[in-house]
């Protein structure tokens, strides 16, 4: 196979498969990760969704659950000590009675060592004492001392509960004080309460953590951590741990309700936040946990998406790939026959041309020889004073010729039209010419009519036509002149015979029955024409080819009256130039057309000593 | 008649075109004709002929209608062969006869028209083609 074949084969195959097959594979690559892009989205949208409506609320919602919890405990708690009847009496009667006192300081020691409470008071209005869980008197309040305002406060509220919070850095620790009226809240007896330590709470705080870099603080309305699951930050102020624009969300957030937000924390990274109300100690939870914590497992659903997308892409582009390349083959087999057919009509158009050359070689011989039959320019000029010769067998070689013999004394002229063109009209010519010779050969030839009559009786016997039917049916068309002292005669059948003298031009019709034919009768007689022969006397004989030949504007033939018009008009000219004028009118006439028949065209003037008279 | 077929054959460059109707009984050759091998092209029409001839009765009318501007000599023995067939027939007392249509310019297809009317002797018309 030769490159440029294989040049096309490729690119037909690339132009067409290999262009589907890459734009199905960039539709795979795009929809597979629209698809993984977008379920990777919403994943991460419902998540974040989840967290902040309900994962923050519920964090929220039991770590101040928790602690209320215990600030109700501890405040059930203060309100039993303060409504026991034992220290209701025992303050009423100034701290006097020795066995409400015994009372009340067991009481007031139970309390530590039986619960969680670092300590438990009762302080007295009437004499400010303040009396401790070890059953003495630690202080005796006074309206100077700033440290004990809360008494005086709480004693002036009316309020019969009140919660303290009191951060204390030194012991980095946040007490819960629980303060209870003893008595009617309209004439208070005194306050009995509890201290509750935090910093157990804030242990637990640290287990509430779920998740790394979360912070937790409970803050009191003026922006004071008082309680943090860092010990660090108890007592600082909430603005030293958040951003501005974060502390301005936490200002906007209402002290009764919950709030989620989101916010940047210090390094810039994404923070969820909510702030949670604990109503009983009038303060805030704010719970904070890194967006890159609670959607950290989200990077893992990112990276198995993007596995799941490159393998589904590969798996896809390969099967398609596979698949593609088998509905190709057929196309490819498609392609490799016909290079194999056009490499069989090439082979066979080459035989062709082979076997053609060798037949136009073979025809261009068999014209040599034809050629080499038909009487020379030498032969001709010795005969007549002039003639014309236009033979032009229409396949190389054909069943026209013309043929002159002078046999004692007298010219054989003759132009024949045998039946057939090419090889078989060929074929044909060298029979009829030998035939004529062997005629003239014979002694006893007393006219051209005679000639025709032996030739169609010879023509029959030497193809076997003498019956009806028979395989072949063959025969010739032929115009015989004889030139003898000055006489001519003529015999013909099929061909067009002229005479052009000082009269003019004129035809001689020949007889109908052509020459051997099956259905010529061997007897067929033929009839004689005596021509006088004239001065400048010139004979034009033509075979049937010329008025056949079809041409001009309608296409149709010639005709013997348009070939006898162009004979008249070359007038008395020399038959050399008449041959020109002939051979280019023919040519006009023609034009494109295809020659449909062997032509010939032979004419002669007869030499000064054929005629009887001068010249 | 049932059992002779039409013949319908297209004509080409070098063959007429044929249209042999055994119902009608309208044979019609229109077209030149010049093949390399005549007998080839006109064995089977005249075969058919003999066959199509053979079933006709005296009393149908067989039309046949022809239309050469062009036969070459081997064409012509095929179409005498043809022709004389039909005199054959008309000869036998069938009613034959042949309408010859020809271009008034051609003077070769005149000369030919003629030509084979001489040698018949069942009617045969030979009409110029303005004139119909």
């Not at chain 1, 919890?69 to 701290?95: H, L, Q, Y």
């Not at chain 1, 009762?122 to 005796?140: F, L, M, R």
């Not at chain 1, 009256?561 to 130039?577: F, K, M, N, Q």
């Not at chain 1, 002939?582 to 034009?591: K, L, N, P, S, T």
């Given at each position: 196979?030769?490159?440029?074949?294989?040049?096309?084969?490729?690119?037909?195959?690339?132009?067409?498969?290999?262009?589907?097959?890459?734009?199905?594979?960039?539709?795979?690559?795009?929809?597979?990760?629209?698809?993984?892009?977008?379920?990777?989205?919403?994943?991460?949208?419902?998540?974040?969704?989840?967290?902040?409506?309900?994962?923050?609320?519920?964090?929220?919602?039991?770590?101040?659950?928790?602690?209320?919890?215990?600030?109700?405990?501890?405040?059930?708690?203060?309100?039993?000590?303060?409504?026991?009847?034992?220290?209701?009496?025992?303050v009423a009667g100034g701290e006097k009675d020795?066995?409400?006192?015994?009372?009340?300081?067991?009481?007031?020691?139970?309390?530590?060592?039986?619960?969680?409470?670092?300590?438990?008071?009762?302080?007295?209005?009437?004499?400010?004492?303040?009396?401790?869980?070890?059953?003495?008197?630690?202080?005796?309040?006074?309206?100077?001392?700033?440290?004990?305002?809360?008494?005086?406060?709480?004693?002036?509220?009316?309020?019969?509960?009140?919660?303290?919070?009191?951060?204390?850095?030194?012991?980095?620790?946040?007490?819960?004080?629980?303060?209870?009226?003893?008595?009617?809240?309209?004439?208070?007896?005194?306050?009995?309460?509890?201290?509750?330590?935090?910093?157990?709470?804030?242990?637990?705080?640290?287990?509430?953590?779920?998740?790394?870099?979360?912070?937790?603080?409970?803050?009191?309305?003026?922006?004071?951590?008082?309680?943090?699951?860092?010990?660090?930050?108890?007592?600082?102020?909430?603005?030293?741990?958040?951003?501005?624009?974060?502390?301005?969300?936490?200002?906007?957030?209402?002290?009764?309700?919950?709030?989620?937000?989101?916010?940047?924390?210090?390094?810039?990274?994404?923070?969820?936040?909510?702030?949670?109300?604990?109503?009983?100690?009038?303060?805030?939870?704010?719970?904070?946990?890194?967006?890159?914590?609670?959607?950290?497992?989200?990077?893992?659903?990112?990276?198995?998406?993007?596995?799941?997308?490159?393998?589904?892409?590969?798996?896809?582009?390969?099967?398609?790939?596979?698949?593609?390349?088998?509905?190709?083959?057929?196309?490819?087999?498609?392609?490799?026959?016909?290079?194999?057919?056009?490499?069989?009509?090439?082979?066979?158009?080459?035989?062709?041309?082979?076997?053609?050359?060798?037949?136009?070689?073979?025809?261009?011989?068999?014209?040599?020889?034809?050629?080499?039959?038909?009487?020379?320019?030498?032969?001709?000029?010795?005969?007549?004073?002039?003639?014309?010769?236009?033979?032009?067998?229409?396949?190389?070689?054909?069943?026209?010729?013309?043929?002159?013999?002078?046999?004692?004394?007298?010219?054989?002229?003759?132009?024949?039209?045998?039946?057939?063109?090419?090889?078989?009209?060929?074929?044909?010519?060298?029979?009829?010419?030998?035939?004529?010779?062997?005629?003239?050969?014979?002694?006893?030839?007393?006219?051209?009519?005679?000639?025709?009559?032996?030739?169609?009786?010879?023509?029959?016997?030497?193809?076997?036509?003498?019956?009806?039917?028979?395989?072949?049916?063959?025969?010739?068309?032929?115009?015989?002149?004889?030139?003898?002292?000055?006489?001519?005669?003529?015999?013909?059948?099929?061909?067009?015979?002229?005479?052009?003298?000082?009269?003019?031009?004129?035809?001689?019709?020949?007889?109908?029955?052509?020459?051997?034919?099956?259905?010529?009768?061997?007897?067929?007689?033929?009839?004689?024409?005596?021509?006088?022969?004239?001065?400048?006397?010139?004979?034009?004989?033509?075979?049937?080819?010329?008025?056949?030949?079809?041409?001009?504007?309608?296409?149709?033939?010639?005709?013997?009256?348009?070939?006898?018009?162009?004979?008249?008009?070359?007038?008395?000219?020399?038959?050399?130039?008449?041959?020109?004028?002939?051979?280019?009118?023919?040519?006009?006439?023609?034009?494109?057309?295809?020659?449909?028949?062997?032509?010939?065209?032979?004419?002669?003037?007869?030499?000064?000593?054929?005629?009887?008279?001068?010249? | 008649?049932?059992?002779?077929?039409?013949?319908?054959?297209?004509?080409?460059?070098?063959?007429?075109?044929?249209?042999?109707?055994?119902?009608?009984?309208?044979?019609?050759?229109?077209?030149?004709?010049?093949?390399?091998?005549?007998?080839?092209?006109?064995?089977?029409?005249?075969?058919?002929?003999?066959?199509?001839?053979?079933?006709?009765?005296?009393?149908?009318?067989?039309?046949?209608?022809?239309?050469?501007?062009?036969?070459?000599?081997?064409?012509?023995k095929c179409f005498l062969m043809f022709l004389?067939?039909?005199?054959?027939?008309?000869?036998?007392?069938?009613?034959?006869?042949?309408?010859?249509?020809?271009?008034?310019?051609?003077?070769?297809?005149?000369?030919?028209?003629?030509?084979?009317?001489?040698?018949?002797?069942?009617?045969?018309?030979?009409?110029?083609?303005?004139?119909?």
């Amino acid at each position: 196979m030769s490159s440029p074949k294989d040049n096309r084969h490729r690119s037909l195959y690339d132009g067409s498969v290999w262009k589907v097959v890459i734009l199905a594979s960039a539709l795979i690559v795009l929809t597979t990760s629209l698809i993984g892009f977008m379920s990777y989205r919403m994943t991460q949208k419902e998540v974040i969704r989840k967290l902040k409506t309900s994962d923050l609320s519920f964090i929220a919602r039991s770590i101040a659950s928790q602690v209320e919890g215990r600030i109700d405990r501890a405040m059930e708690t203060s309100r039993i000590v303060a409504d026991d009847p034992a220290v209701r009496e025992w303050v009423a009667g100034g701290e006097k009675d020795e066995r409400l006192g015994m009372l009340v300081k067991q009481v007031l020691a139970s309390i530590p060592r039986d619960y969680d409470y670092t300590n438990s008071f009762v302080v007295s209005a009437a004499t400010h004492h303040y009396w401790a869980e070890s059953g003495k008197v630690i202080d005796t309040v006074s309206e100077s001392d700033p440290d004990d305002k809360w008494f005086f406060n709480t004693i002036a509220s009316g309020k019969k509960t009140d919660v303290v919070v009191d951060s204390n850095s030194a012991r980095k620790d946040t007490f819960v004080f629980v303060n209870v009226l003893i008595g009617e809240p309209d004439r208070p007896l005194g306050i009995a309460g509890v201290g509750l330590s935090l910093k157990k709470l804030s242990e637990d705080f640290a287990d509430y953590r779920l998740v790394e870099g979360s912070r937790l603080w409970m803050v009191g309305g003026d922006g004071t951590i008082h309680l943090s699951a860092d010990y660090a930050d108890t007592g600082t102020k909430l603005s030293e741990h958040l951003t501005a624009a974060a502390l301005q969300e936490w200002n906007r957030s209402p002290a009764d309700r919950e709030r989620v937000f989101e916010a940047e924390d210090l390094s810039g990274g994404r923070m969820d936040m909510i702030s949670y109300p604990i109503a009983s100690a009038d303060m805030r939870l704010l719970v904070q946990i890194p967006r890159s914590q609670t959607t950290g497992f989200l990077g893992s659903i990112k990276q198995s998406t993007t596995v799941a997308v490159v393998l589904s892409l590969i798996l896809s582009i390969y099967f398609f790939t596979y698949v593609s390349r088998r509905m190709a083959d057929p196309y490819k087999r498609a392609l490799r026959l016909n290079e194999e057919l056009e490499s069989m009509v090439e082979d066979r158009t080459q035989a062709l041309a082979d076997k053609n050359r060798e037949m136009t070689e073979s025809i261009a011989y068999a014209n040599r020889i034809q050629r080499s039959v038909l009487p020379s320019e030498e032969a001709l000029r010795e005969h007549f004073a002039e003639f014309l010769t236009y033979w032009k067998p229409r396949d190389g070689v054909g069943g026209d010729f013309y043929w002159v013999k002078e046999v004692g004394g007298v010219k054989w002229i003759a132009a024949g039209d045998c039946s057939g063109h090419g090889v078989p009209g060929a074929l044909m010519t060298m029979l009829s010419v030998s035939l004529l010779d062997r005629i003239a050969d014979q002694e006893d030839n007393a006219s051209p009519s005679e000639v025709l009559r032996k030739l169609n009786v010879l023509l029959k016997e030497t193809l076997g036509q003498t019956d009806r039917e028979g395989p072949t049916d063959d025969g010739l068309d032929l115009g015989l002149v004889f030139l003898r002292d000055g006489n001519m005669q003529y015999a013909g059948t099929g061909i067009v015979m002229a005479v052009k003298d000082a009269g003019g031009l004129r035809m001689i019709k020949g007889d109908k029955p052509g020459i051997g034919y099956r259905r010529t009768p061997a007897d067929a007689e033929y009839s004689l024409h005596d021509i006088e022969l004239g001065d400048d006397t010139v004979v034009y004989m033509a075979t049937d080819g010329i008025p056949d030949q079809n041409g001009g504007a309608k296409k149709l033939s010639l005709g013997k009256t348009a070939l006898l018009e162009w004979l008249a008009s070359y007038g008395d000219s020399p038959l050399a130039e008449q041959r020109n004028h002939f051979e280019r009118d023919i040519a006009a006439f023609m034009e494109q057309e295809r020659q449909r028949d062997d032509m010939t065209l032979f004419a002669f003037r007869p030499r000064t000593d054929d005629g009887t008279k001068e010249r | 008649m049932g059992s002779i077929r039409h013949i319908q054959i297209e004509g080409t460059r070098s063959t007429p075109e044929v249209r042999f109707d055994p119902e009608r009984h309208i044979l019609a050759i229109r077209g030149q004709s010049y093949p390399e091998n005549a007998f080839a092209f006109y064995e089977p029409l005249l075969k058919w002929l003999d066959e199509y001839l053979a079933e006709l009765t005296a009393e149908t009318t067989v039309e046949i209608e022809l239309q050469l501007p062009y036969i070459n000599t081997t064409s012509t023995k095929c179409f005498l062969m043809f022709l004389e067939k039909l005199d054959g027939a008309f000869k036998e007392g069938k009613r034959v006869s042949v309408r010859w249509l020809y271009d008034e310019e051609n003077e070769s297809e005149l000369e030919c028209a003629e030509e084979f009317k001489e040698d018949l002797v069942l009617p045969f018309e030979i009409v110029p083609k303005a004139a119909e």
